[in-house]
């Protein structure tokens, strides 16, 4: 007899809606489920069998949705939970994705809804094995199905690799992605994968929100009615609309304005927004991806961004990778901008020296992709012969404090040579946090990132050495 594999857990003590789910879920192919309508057997039945799913009713008499939950989270962390309740309380969802839920649904469920989270959490929680099985025995990532969804950033970078994979799993979800990561990273093409990917058929729409103010935003995003404000003299279409059946790319995200988060919160909770002077709502379909190189978390401490928002963002999370952190890429990326760079110019390619390539590998690179591609445009519009300047590239970086090449990805063992007393412990402390900010243009992020530590470790520390100098 073959093995039928990890079943899907359906955990709720109304057993019409037990079958109702069985019953869907088997005309749809699911064939290996287990049902639970006393929550007092759940987590012995999640810790006992092999399980895929779990698709979980939030209220029920014994132990409940939320104590289940947390458990699953905290002790099974790669499966994947499906809250189904009838509280459509927004409360109730953003506790439920704070505790980890990987989707949250209202009763009653739309079915075809609901096989499309059930077939999407599982391709994802496959994808996850695959990554946790590369990370445990170091095997070279496949990498995505389709190369070429991705062939507009450049990269050998097995990390990256690893999340074209994810990015290829996620896209036809009509889930919210955050994508996160420092300035230069390419989270915008990334973005623009995650729309080609997802084969949506409407386009793919990029809007900086940094800097809007909350009327600029409506504006920009839901348009205006005729008579909206003075000068309104004729209906505008906003870029949501031009978005219809496509995504919306909403790039700097962490610093949109509070009164601008809850509308933006409105068009991803219910699909729905306000043109500016209109008191009736208008409808509309499409996917949300946002990018920030801000901490979000610190931004929610402070008050200045919603944590409903927050989770609403997060149904999907992408890191991006500093380059400093991924110094395999810089060859192919230095070949690449040097030849474009040569090309927009009408210049001979020039031949890159391999000091160059060993200066530049060894360079923290705060402005990440981006820096790299302005120094190498530079140095091919100073270079007189048929070699890249060295000597351009050098004086860049002598110019930005980073005449000593960056030694961290190297592991180089004369890294801290003392030719005085030797510094105390608070001394070499307050000396490589001074130098990482000086190399990141006092970027904390990106500071934080190059000692690492968090950025609100970095943060705390900074405060604290001010109390100390003040006092």
Sequence with gaps: ??????????????????????????????????????????MTLIRTKAIALVLLDLFMPEVSGFDILEYTVQNHPGLPVIVLTAD??????????????????VKPMDRNRLVSAVNHALRVRELENRLDLFAAESHDIAGPQRRDLFET???RSPRMAAI????EAIAPSPKA???TGESGTGKELLARAIHEASVRPGEFVPVNVAGLDDVMFSDTLFGHVKGAFTGADRVRTGLVEKARQGTLFLDEIGDLELSSQVKLLRLLQEGEFYPLGSDEPSRVSLRVVAATNADLAEKQMAGTFRRDLYYRLISHLVNVPPLRERSEDIPALLEHYVREASESMNRPVPRIPVEVLNVLERYAFPGNVRELQAIVADAVSRTQGSELSIEVIRGYLGNTGAEAPFQGARGCDDRFVWNGPFPTLQELEDYLIREALERCDWNQTAAARL??????????REKRKRGMQSA
Excluded: H, K, W
């Design 1 to 42: 007899m073959s093995n039928p594999g990890p079943a899907i857990l359906v955990i709720d003590d109304d057993p019409v809606a037990v079958e109702l789910i069985q019953v869907t879920l088997r005309a749809n192919g699911f064939e290996n489920i287990e049902t639970c309508t006393d929550s007092s057997n759940a």
């Design 88 to 105: 459509d309380s927004i409360d109730a969802a953003v506790r439920c994705m704070r505790i980890g839920a990987f989707d949250f649904m």
């Design 153 to 155: 950033i450049i990269t």
């Design 164 to 167: 074209f994979q994810y990015v």
């Design 177 to 179: 992605v955050l994508i």
């Design 451 to 460: 000692l690492g530590v968090s950025q609100s470790t970095l943060s705390r």
